[in-house]
């Protein structure tokens, strides 16, 4: 489905705004057919801070797009993200009228749509619903659908953002001149990007360092577990060196990128780098080793708050694929080696390239760009989905499921069974009152004067 469709995905970083057009081949990969790049600077760890900046760095990287894909571009997906992401998990259930009626997509679609409305903190708003175990009667089913069935329970990956963050995005992308498609958490995207069904089957994490945000995804049993966005990226490592080595951002930027390293021990004393000086003063000699415990230091934090992450998902014995390195900080040097140390789980570098047809052009394999790439990936497979509802609903036009009951609460299983329960007993007791009325007036009529000889 959806083959030689136009997909937009564009990923409005802290760093840079990326737009890549793509489209779904004939041999279920991704053909990318033109992308544009930018600097940005009206984003701040994932957050819009100022709309005419970020509306210029849209316009220009999606003329980039169009001009070499050729294609005139409309509408976009975008990803979310920022320290404001959160997530919890929730629990719906449905009850049917008919369990004779095979149970249809169309079914848990409406449960799925009926968790956006569990009440939130003023601020906040559902960014996504995604749907982990389902349940047919209490037992778990791996697919529902064709089951019969009293009773429809699931479980809920719960993603929740701020109102306001998330409007700021849409207004620039109307700003723009653009409509949007899907708004979809980074994360995810990148996980589409450079995960396959075996890692997350067997668990792993992933981890993508960007300019503003670390964003991390959860996996196990080819289910999105646990979603969390740690707000250190790449630019606090420049700040850093910055701070520590006396030299002005655009050289702190240059030589962390082109010299630096995660592990201090990999550099030798004598490796130096001599950086100009600002308006004529002496030039500045910056050594390897320490321009790396300065790189250490600061990726040591991020590692430390994955594994706070990991152990606050209730994963760290789960994750047999360990984790998977993306994003633009994971081409640092070493990086891998000290994750490796830092979380004592297997790491390697995630590269987007596995999905990509071999004609892709070689500069977007790298992991800069998973998110973006990894954005045109989850709006065709959201497109399929929407394409396979709509033939259910026009397959089976009489709904067969009698309500939704929404619960307020995140863990609350049982409550929804006894307002089902009571709800029986009103309409027993509704019933009962019929027929005793019919006593009464066929009582009423055998009295009569006519009857009594």
């Known amino acids: 489905m959806n083959e030689g469709k136009i997909i937009v995905g564009l990923d409005i970083g802290t760093t840079k705004v990326a737009c890549i057009v793509g489209q779904k081949a004939e041999n279920g990969k991704i053909e990318i057919l033109g992308y544009g790049k930018t600097v940005s600077t009206g984003v701040r760890r994932g957050v819009v801070t100022n709309i005419f900046d970020t509306v210029e760095a849209i316009k220009t990287a999606v003329k980039q797009a169009s001009d070499q894909s050729g294609v005139e571009i409309n509408r976009v997906s975008v990803g979310i993200a920022g320290q404001h992401i959160k997530s919890l998990q929730h629990r719906g259930v449905m009850m049917r009228d008919n369990h004779e009626i095979e149970i249809t997509e169309a079914e848990l679609e409406r449960l799925r749509n009926d968790t956006f409305k569990i009440n939130m903190t003023p601020g906040e708003e559902i960014i996504d619903v995604i749907r982990q175990d389902t349940y047919v009667d209490g037992e778990l089913a791996t697919n529902p659908v064709g089951m019969l069935g009293n009773k429809i329970e699931a479980n809920f990956h719960v993603i929740i ?7 700021n995005i849409v207004k620039c992308i109307e700003s723009a001149g653009l409509e949007m498609d899907y708004m979809i958490l980074e994360p995810i995207a990148s996980a589409q990007a450079v995960l396959d069904d075996e890692e997350k089957d067997a668990g792993v994490v992933l981890v993508d360092i960007g300019g503003g945000t670390t964003d991390i995804a959860i996996f196990k049993d080819k289910k999105i577990q646990h979603t969390a966005v740690i707000p250190f990226g790449g630019n606090i490592i420049t700040e850093d060196i910055c701070t520590g080595c006396s030299i002005i951002k655009h050289y702190a930027e240059e030589v962390k990128v082109k010299f630096g390293s995660a592990l201090a021990s990999e550099n030798r004393d004598d490796e130096v780098v001599s950086i100009p000086g600002i308006r004529g003063r002496e030039p500045k000699e910056i050594s390897f080793k320490n321009l790396a415990n300065i790189i250490q230091a600061r990726l040591e934090e991020i590692f430390e708050l994955v594994n706070y992450e990991i152990q606050k998902a209730k994963t760290e014995n789960q994750l047999i694929a360990g984790i998977v390195l993306t994003g633009g900080g994971a081409m640092m040097r070493h990086i891998q080696q000290l994750a490796e140390f830092k979380t004592g789980l297997e790491v390697r570098i ?52 009698r309500a939704v009951v929404p619960e307020e609460t995140v863990v609350d299983t049982e409550e929804p069974e006894v307002v089902e329960e009571r709800e029986d007993d009103s309409k027993k007791k509704k019933k009962k009152g019929i027929d005793l009325k ?15 000889e």
């Open 350 to 401: 995630g590269y987007p390239n596995e999905h990509l047809n071999k004609t892709t052009m070689k500069e977007l394999s790298s992991p800069m760009y998973s998110t973006s790439i990894g954005i045109v990936i989850e709006t065709i497979a959201r497109m399929d989905h929407d394409e396979y509802l709509k033939a259910s609903q026009a397959a089976q036009p009489a709904m067969s499921s």
């Open 161 to 167: 953002g701020q109102t306001s963050a998330a409007k």
């Open 438 to 452: 019919k006593i009464v007036v066929s009582f009423t009529e055998f009295f009569t004067p006519d009857n009594i």
